[in-house]
């Protein structure tokens, strides 16, 4: 490309609409060098061109036209996705009000009466080819913010996810046993969540989408208030006493207080937060009341605690620890069916139940020398 054709492809582009040849070289010729020209003689061919690959930056249009005038080429333009943008001015020997109106109307955004006065026009097209720029870079910045914004999003949430198994991974350290445990337990309970929707509706506006993705990312963090249980309870190698029971029992209220610190120091409740804190605090409620801490039954029991139970004591039956051999996944199964209404919710069992191979499949993927 020559000097002069570079310059010249950023020159802006008006498009000149008149089936008149003398007005089409009196147009042009006031428009000069300073803008690149193109010219229609007929409606359909000034649709054609605007619709074209290169469109045009304003549209100067007669709208007495044989065939098709002026009006219902800015319709026909106005009307297409692609053209609606282009700024048109009317040029037009008709002075009633009434005509102007019906221009503006039809999304015209000047008009200029016949005979044209060559400062009137410059100033005219300069203003809305200004305009027009303008509009451009606006929009050209906002995708470029919304792209900004999108990016700083995945940025935050990926800051977020490693934040969350970095704090998990801190209680898993201290109890050797649990290996992969927060792995499992967090494609257990997006299995189920997904399942307890499909076939129970009356589930689907709680557990939206969004949700299931925030239960998926807070269960690591159920069992984050084990950092604050003694050594030699946590780690000990054969069954608890009571009173070291009653220890173990706290880390339920260490997790909800760990969560909870946290929350104050944002300035309003935060949903991933809230889903959290009823993990850690009440995944060992059980629907006849007789868990721990607090003791509530029922649907008291946060609906995340609810999934949590099933997705922590499965994990726990079917894994090895000092004190026990490994469970069979048929022999955790019948366990949790049969402890409907008593330890767990009976429409969480249900889904389990439907699902239940899948549990087994997740099982042997994150296994302890799975990925």
């Excluded at 089409?24 to 060098?33: A, E, P």
């Excluded at 026909?76 to 009000?97: C, R, V």
């Amino acid at each position: 490309m020559t000097q002069t054709e570079s310059a010249g492809a950023h020159k802006p582009t008006i498009l000149v609409v008149d089936d008149t040849p003398d007005n089409i070289t009196l147009l042009c010729s006031v428009l000069g060098d300073q803008y690149r020209n193109k010219v229609a003689t007929s409606g359909n061919r000034a649709l054609k061109i605007a619709g074209s690959e290169q469109r045009p930056d304003l549209i100067l249009l007669d709208i007495m036209m044989p065939d098709m005038d002026g009006y219902e080429v800015c319709r026909q333009l106005k009307a297409d996705p692609y053209t609606k943008h282009i700024p048109i001015i009317f040029l037009t020997a008709k002075s009633e009000e009434g005509d102007e109106t019906k221009g503006f109307e039809l999304g015209a955004v000047d008009y200029i009466t016949k005979p044209i006065i060559p400062s009137i026009l410059l100033a005219r097209v300069e203003t809305h080819i200004s305009l027009q720029e303008a509009r451009k870079f606006l929009e050209n910045q906002n995708v470029v913010l919304e792209e900004q914004v999108e990016e700083r999003t995945h940025r935050l949430a990926a800051l977020q996810d490693a934040i969350i198994v970095a704090m998990a991974s801190l209680a898993e350290a201290r109890d050797n046993d649990t290996g992969n445990h927060i792995r499992r337990t967090q494609h257990y309970i997006r299995e189920i969540a997904f399942c307890l929707r499909e076939y129970d509706p009356c589930y689907a506006p709680e557990l939206g989408d969004a949700f299931i993705a925030i239960l998926y990312k807070t269960a690591p963090l159920h069992d984050i208030g084990k950092v604050g249980v003694p050594d030699a309870v946590l780690l000990k190698p054969g069954r608890l006493t009571p009173e070291e029971f009653n220890l173990m029992k706290m880390h339920t209220v260490y997790g909800r207080d760990t969560i909870l610190a946290a929350e104050k120091t944002l300035d309003t409740p935060e949903a991933f937060l809230e889903t959290a804190m009823d993990i850690a605090y009440s995944h060992h409620e059980k629907w006849d009341g007789s868990g721990y801490p607090r003791g509530i039954s029922g649907k008291a029991i946060p609906l995340s605690a609810r999934l949590m139970a099933i997705a922590d004591v499965y994990d726990a039956l079917i894994a090895k620890r000092i004190y026990k051999a490994p469970m069979p996944h048929e022999e955790a199964v019948s366990i949790i069916e049969n402890s409907s209404g008593t330890h767990f919710d009976p429409d969480v069992v249900g889904a389990f139940s439907r699902i239940k191979d899948r549990f087994a499949a997740i099982a042997v993927h994150f296994g302890e020398d799975g990925a």
